[in-house]
């Protein structure tokens, strides 16, 4: 750890989900690596589930046993707590204490079987196509691959695929206390949503709540309620 003599520290160690990390065979080594900085601590980040059935509890507790019983640091570092940082949340927050919005830009009437946009697909009923500020480089329409278990998730999945191949893509966007279908893939800035007939219109200016990922979105602006 050279250029870093005096700097605080935190060690990352080896989990179960064998990203990166100290291993245990590793630690004896330690103490010559640390003798010039400040160690504040172990960070081990663990896996959101434990195919044993067991929980992180017992993995952390045996890193702790291993590491402060380790007669080096415990000799070096005697008042030293080793505490297990596991918090997507913590740099995540509370969804609940977020709302993202997108306003209606513009409002189209569009009859069944009218064309429109860039494909000139036909709409598939009576209807509005909603323009809404928020597009891909917000975030609107990015989604991270996700693990299914179960066979309820992977049906739904299967579900989805099979709509997405008939450009049929349910936008994040609620209206009228539904998630509505985009009209097209979004735009970098906007997208474009089909609202039928059967519910109101949406009026230029009002704003439609969306249901984003914190990891994935950009915002125009943030608004302190």
Do not use: C
Not at 10 to 20: A, G, L, P
Not at 39 to 55: K, M, Q, V, W, Y
């Amino acid at each position: 750890m050279r250029g870093l003599v005096g700097a605080r520290v935190v060690i990352e160690v080896m989990s179960s989900m064998k990203r990166h990390g100290i291993s245990e065979e590793d630690l004896p080594k330690l103490h010559a690596a640390i003798e010039d900085v400040r160690l504040e601590g172990f960070a081990i980040h663990l896996p959101l589930d434990h195919a044993d059935g067991t929980s992180g509890v017992e993995e952390v507790a045996a890193w702790m046993a291993v590491s402060y019983t380790h007669p080096q640091l415990q000799q070096r570092f005697p008042h030293t707590r080793f505490r297990a940082r596991i918090g997507t949340r913590l740099w995540l927050g509370d969804h609940d204490a977020t709302q993202y919005r997108g306003a209606v830009l513009d409002v189209t009437p569009v009859a069944k079987g009218d064309r429109f946009g860039y494909r000139q697909q036909k709409a598939t009923g009576d209807g509005y196509l909603v323009v809404v500020a928020g597009g891909t480089s917000h975030g609107v329409g990015l989604e991270a691959p996700k693990a299914l278990h179960g066979m309820m998730p992977r049906a739904k999945g299967v579900a989805r695929a099979g709509l997405a191949t008939m450009n049929r893509n349910l936008s994040p966007f609620v209206w009228a206390g539904k998630q509505r279908w985009f009209a097209e893939p979004p735009h970098m800035q906007v997208s474009i949503l089909f609202v039928p007939s059967d519910a109101p219109a949406p009026q230029v200016g009002d704003e439609l709540v969306a249901h984003l990922r914190h990891t994935t979105t950009q915002f125009d602006r943030i608004l302190d309620h």
